[in-house]
């Protein structure tokens, strides 16, 4: 089955910084990748998702990158807030709604 | 509101005990996946059924079971329980197969304490 990783499992950053997750997969069969936000206490949320058919999704400050050779993708969250403060979690998966392979999430505090 | 249901919210049961966390998925979808998340844990996925049928299994211990029924709601049944049980199982829903709208939309979650 599907592998995910995800890297780095703690993440600090100013307010105003950048941030950067990155996951691997290993399923070259995986052909969808979502982004979910889980703030303490709440279920996960989808934030951002990409297929493979392309390189790089944005959506304002938020934009996640693929590369298909090499099995990784990333999120990027540029000038950060501390309402940005969640565990984010990758995802791969086929686009036939077969179960998500999740990361182990991401620990990101943003500080003030 | 994400439309996933589960209920009980919470939940306190005795070792050895058994109990049936119960999830109604989002109006249409037909998908319905499994998670369990353990303090400081991530997302393990545990199973999934779509249309009533067993889909995907992930690792999902042998005391735990689940099913989807006819009008789609689902329940996982975990007997024989351990302290190392306690954690929040999340049930997520999606269109399913043969769609390009798979996101999974989660539910609240249970949170189950074993003591």
Same mark, same amino acid.
């Given at each position: 089955?599907?592998?995910v990783?995800?890297?780095?499992?703690?993440?600090?950053?100013?307010?105003?910084?950048?941030?950067?997750?990155?996951?691997?997969?290993?399923?070259?069969?995986?052909?969808?990748?979502?982004?979910?936000k889980?703030?303490?206490?709440?279920?996960?949320?989808?934030?951002?998702?990409?297929?493979?058919?392309v390189?790089?999704?944005?959506?304002?400050?938020?934009?996640?990158?693929?590369?298909?050779?090499?099995?990784?993708?990333?999120?990027?969250?540029?000038?950060?807030?501390?309402?940005?403060s969640?565990?984010?979690?990758?995802?791969?998966?086929?686009?036939?709604?077969?179960?998500?392979?999740?990361?182990?999430?991401?620990?990101?505090t943003?500080?003030? | 509101?994400?439309?996933?249901? /589960?209920?009980?919210?919470?939940?306190?049961? %005795?070792?050895?005990?058994?109990?049936?966390?119960?999830?109604?998925?989002?109006s249409g979808? !037909?998908?319905?996946?499994?998670?369990?998340?353990?303090?400081?844990?991530g997302?393990?996925?545990?199973?999934?059924?779509?249309?009533?049928?067993?889909?995907?299994?992930?690792?999902?211990?042998?005391?735990?079971? %689940?099913?989807?029924?006819?009008? !789609?709601?689902?329940?996982?049944?975990?007997s024989?329980l351990? !302290?190392?049980?306690? %954690?929040?199982?999340?049930?997520?829903?999606?269109?399913?197969?043969?769609?390009?709208?798979?996101? %999974?939309?989660?539910? /609240?979650?249970?949170?189950?304490?074993?003591?």
């Open positions: 089955g599907e592998n990783e995800q890297h780095p499992s703690t993440l600090s950053v100013q307010e105003g910084d950048s941030a950067v997750i990155k996951c691997t997969y290993s399923d070259s069969a995986s052909n969808y990748f979502p982004w979910y889980q703030e303490l206490g709440k279920r996960p949320q989808l934030i951002i998702d990409i297929r493979s058919n390189g790089e999704k944005k959506d304002q400050r938020i934009a996640v990158t693929l590369n298909k050779t090499a099995k990784h993708f990333s999120l990027h969250i540029t000038e950060t807030q501390p309402e940005d969640a565990v984010y979690f990758c995802a791969a998966g086929p686009n036939t709604g077969n179960q998500f392979y999740f990361g182990t999430g991401t620990s990101l943003v500080i003030p | 509101d994400s439309g996933v249901t /589960q209920t009980p919210k919470h939940l306190i049961t %005795a070792t050895g005990q058994r109990v049936t966390l119960r999830c109604s998925p989002r979808d !037909l998908s319905v996946y499994w998670y369990q998340q353990s303090l400081d844990q997302l393990q996925f545990l199973i999934q059924y779509y249309n009533g049928e067993e889909r995907a299994k992930g690792n999902i211990l042998e005391r735990f079971s %689940a099913q989807q029924f006819p009008d !789609l709601h689902s329940e996982l049944n975990l024989s351990e !302290l190392g049980d306690s %954690a929040l199982y999340f049930c997520a829903s999606s269109v399913g197969q043969g769609g390009l709208n798979t996101e %999974a939309f989660f539910g /609240q979650g249970t949170r189950l304490t074993v003591v």
